[in-house]
């Protein structure tokens, strides 16, 4: 049950930007989106987190729509290094994330 | 200082036997969360604590799991009788508060019950 719908899988160019969508259109006026991302064999990986306003960070970009019901990750410049699952999560606090299946993200050369 | 280490990174044990799992959080972070990922699945919410309390534990999948954290600090995660159904890797995760935050994860256990 985690409130958000995903891609399974997407296909990026590196050196290109990635956008990741996210689904979310139960989101409440207090839940955050959060955005995680898990290496193969890593545990996961914080990448950024926003309640409104678009956010920005050495790592990616996020863009929320202005209903909040959809929101958008961007990673500028993809690497073969970001080949990862990338998970969107709405919560209110850290301890009520719950991970879908999100988007396995590959990186092609 | 350190991020989240949790131990051992391996375990191999027999059914039917009990295991522990170790997670240090970082230093400081007053909630710690434990959460189990099974091969090729997604992660699965299993307990938090905010310092040595965990108030909900009916993430934990059986009564054979149980969790403690003590000092409010190191959190050992057990299971008796080990089943192989419980073969996985379990992540602990940690944050500063219980409020609005990021969380750090640990690099996990890698769980075998043969």
């Known amino acids: 049950d985690a409130k958000t719908t995903q891609p399974p899988s997407m296909d990026c160019a590196e050196g290109r930007a990635a956008n990741l969508p996210c689904n979310h259109s139960?989101?409440?006026?207090?839940?955050?989106v959060y955005w995680y991302r898990q290496i193969h064999s890593q545990g996961p990986q914080y990448i950024i987190h926003g309640l409104k306003n678009n956010e920005t960070n050495e790592m990616a970009s996020l863009i929320i729509t202005e209903d909040r019901k959809s929101s958008t990750l961007i990673l500028p410049h993809a690497t073969l290094r970001d080949t990862a699952v990338y998970y969107c999560?709405?919560?209110?606090?850290?301890?009520?994330?719950?991970f879908g299946a999100g988007t396995r993200l590959t990186v092609k050369p | 200082g350190a991020g989240v280490s949790q131990s051992p990174s391996n375990k191999v044990t027999e059914k039917g036997k009990d295991v522990e799992l170790r997670c240090d959080p970082i230093?400081?972070?007053?909630?710690l969360y434990w959460y189990r990922q099974s091969l090729g699945q997604g992660l699965e919410f299993l307990i938090y604590?905010?310092?040595?309390?965990?108030?909900?534990k009916s993430g934990l999948p059986s009564d054979r799991f149980s969790a403690e954290r003590t000092g409010g600090s190191v959190s050992t995660l057990t299971i008796q009788r080990t089943q192989q159904e419980d073969s996985a890797v379990y992540l602990c995760?940690?944050?500063?508060?219980?409020?609005?935050?990021?969380?750090?994860f640990g690099p996990g256990t890698r769980l075998t019950v043969t």
């Open positions: 139960t989101i409440s006026g207090n839940e955050y």
């Open positions: 230093s400081g972070h007053t909630a």
């Open positions: 995760a940690s944050s500063p508060a219980l409020g609005m935050g990021r969380a750090y």
């Open positions: 999560i709405v919560s209110i606090r850290a301890n009520d994330m719950r």
């Open positions: 604590f905010q310092g040595n309390s965990a108030p909900d």
